[in-house]
């Protein structure tokens, strides 16, 4: 075996499938995705500079790997449609949610919902920051964005987020407002 | 509580507790894959090449095709034609109709080839050749006996001998399959001539086989006209049979003499046989008004079997002349002549022609060279003697 793939696997094939994962949102589509995103780190390896560090520049890769999947699901019978259809603008997938949300308690399969309300830049945001862990500065470094737009698609992130937690608790959460209301 | 509102550190930690999602596969595996995708991606351009030599193909071979269904057409309409043709020579074996247009065809491109391969030199016998010999021409059928082609030879004649004698001697040393043409001579007829009549008595054995069949009829009272006429000035023929008057013909019933006309004011044609890189003049059995008329024809293709059009495109005339027994035609400026053997036959069939219409010399006014082959084209031409020379040893 390779020994930069080795390399790679050890350090990161974990944190790059997970944020595959949470990206595209299904398992199979995630592993199909980690493997395009070797494929374009050993094409590129030999001009990776060592200017930014080797797991933000996978991080990149990874979104950039994220985003032509997204663009090749619409198709282009999907890309014409949209133009004519502008309610759909935002790109929605019809997966289930997966087994390993479902095994968890009620807040987390909310909040892997809620994710699907938030744009593209918004979920890498989410998901570098509290699920991979990455600093402000590496996310700011893996989306080649400053620190800045960071911090305020994150701030929008979580407000759209905590709008739709909001909404779940209002559809199912009538009987809280009796609560409330017996007060 | 107020379950429904959360802070933003709230959310934070809920993210931050979602739950680690691994790859389980084998990183072995994975790697596996990551080769077999790498192939993947440059599986398309296999189908890509093929399909675009499918499309090359596909274009180079459509045009040919278009090309063979046109030829065929054409094919089919020239046969149709010289069947009909051939129907209103009626006399014609019929048998032998479809196997002979199909030469035909293959006769004119194959003329064509061969005469640019061959070193030029002339077919007809001229003055210059002769000598003290006397010419001798002979009809002889071609491989089809669809046409009589004349071939010339020369002889010495004793004083004792009349032309007669020397033909029917000579008849027997005649290379007819050598030459391309059907073995026909000597004739199985006793051939005597009867000077104080002018006539040719031809009697013929009781087995004969000249009265089978309408082709083979045609071919022996044909044959034996032009060879007199050609040879002699002979005007009738009495045929016999084993001494008894008449032959009899199983279409013409029984004939006992045959007037001879003489030949002439005929156009003629080239005749390639078969397999053969010899070019023969050969006349039409038509005759015409005039030369113009002759030489008009000559262009085109003639209806008679085998024939091809011997005026070549660059003898275009422009203007044709005659001045007692002289004949002056004068060229297009534009044409051009190269010095090649087809056109050297080209103009011995002009040669041949003229002389049929009475003509002892021609002059070609405006040529594009100044010799064709033997000929030298800035002085008068002779006609020539007979067609078609053949020495015999």
């Known amino acids: 075996m390779n020994s930069v793939f080795d390399e790679l696997y050890q350090k990161y094939h974990h944190d790059v499938f997970q944020f595959l994962f949470y990206m595209v949102r299904n398992k199979e589509q995630a592993e199909d995705l980690v493997q395009e995103v070797y494929i374009r780190v050993f094409k590129s390896y030999h001009r990776f500079e060592g200017k930014s560090s080797e797991k933000t520049w996978l991080f990149s890769i990874a979104r950039n790997v994220a985003i032509d999947s997204f663009r090749k699901q619409k198709g282009w019978k999907g890309r014409l449609l949209e133009k004519f259809d502008w309610s759909s603008s935002q790109v929605k997938d019809d997966y289930p949610i997966p087994e390993e949300i479902m095994i968890h308690k009620e807040e987390i399969k909310r909040i892997y919902q809620c994710l699907e309300h938030c744009t593209v830049d918004q979920r890498s945001v989410v998901i570098l920051r509290f699920l991979n862990d990455l600093s402000i500065t590496e996310t700011a470094e893996a989306l080649g964005w400053t620190e800045g737009k960071v911090k305020t698609t994150q701030h929008r992130a979580i407000k759209v987020l905590k709008k739709h937690m909001e909404m779940f608790n209002e559809k199912e959460g009538l009987d809280s407002e009796e609560v409330r209301v017996e007060r | ?393």
């Not at chain 2, 459509?62 to 089919?76: G, I, K, Q």
């Not at chain 2, 003290?132 to 009809?139: A, C, D, F, R, S």
């Not at chain 2, 039409?284 to 070549?312: R, W």
Request: proline share 5%.
């Open chain 2, 1 to 393: 509580m107020k379950k429904s509102e959360w802070s933003d550190k709230q959310l934070e930690e809920l993210l931050r507790q979602m739950p680690k999602i691994h790859d389980h596969r084998n990183p072995r595996d994975i790697y596996q894959n990551l080769s077999i995708k790498k192939r993947k991606r440059s599986a398309w351009i296999i189908p890509g090449i093929a399909t675009a030599a499918a499309l090359l193909l596909f274009f180079l071979l459509v045009p040919t095709m278009f090309d063979r269904t046109e030829y065929s057409l054409d094919r089919a309409v020239q046969e149709k034609v010289s069947k009909e043709e051939q129907k209103s020579l009626s006399q014609e074996d019929s048998s032998t109709l479809k196997e002979d247009s199909t030469k035909n065809e293959t006769g004119i491109s194959g003329t064509e080839q061969k005469m640019l391969m061959t070193s030029s030199d002339k077919t007809a016998l001229y003055d210059d050749e002769l000598g003290n010999g006397t010419v001798l021409t002979y009809w002889i059928p071609d491989s089809q006996a669809q046409i009589l082609v004349p071939v010339s030879t020369v002889v010495q004649l004793d004083q004792n001998k009349n032309w007669l004698t020397a033909f029917i001697e000579t008849m027997g040393l005649l290379k007819e399959e050598e030459w391309g043409l059907s073995d026909y001579y000597p004739l199985n007829a006793t051939l005597t001539l009867d000077t104080t009549n002018n006539t040719v008595m031809v009697d013929v054995p009781i087995n004969h086989k000249y009265g089978e069949g309408s082709a083979s009829e045609t071919k022996f009272i044909d044959s034996l006209k032009k060879n007199i006429s050609s040879n002699s000035q002979v005007n009738k023929i009495m045929l016999t049979t084993n001494g008894q008057p008449g032959i009899e013909f199983g279409n013409f019933g029984e004939i006992k003499e045959i007037q001879v006309e003489s030949e002439g004011k005929h156009a003629y044609f080239f005749y390639t046989p078969d397999g053969m890189e010899t070019t023969y003049l050969v006349p039409t059995t038509d005759s015409y008004q005039n030369i113009n008329a002759a030489f008009e024809a000559m262009k085109t293709e003639p209806l008679e079997m085998g024939l091809t059009a011997s005026v070549v495109p660059s003898f275009s005339f422009k203007d044709i002349e005659i001045k007692e027994n002289k004949l002056i035609i004068t060229i297009d400026e534009n044409a051009v002549m190269e010095n090649n053997l087809e056109n050297v036959y080209s103009l011995e069939a002009i040669l041949l022609t003229a002389k049929g219409f009475g003509i002892d010399t021609v002059r070609l006014l405006n040529a594009p060279i100044n010799s064709l082959g033997p000929f030298d084209l800035t002085k008068d031409i002779k006609v020539p003697l007979a067609p078609n020379y053949r020495p015999i040893q």
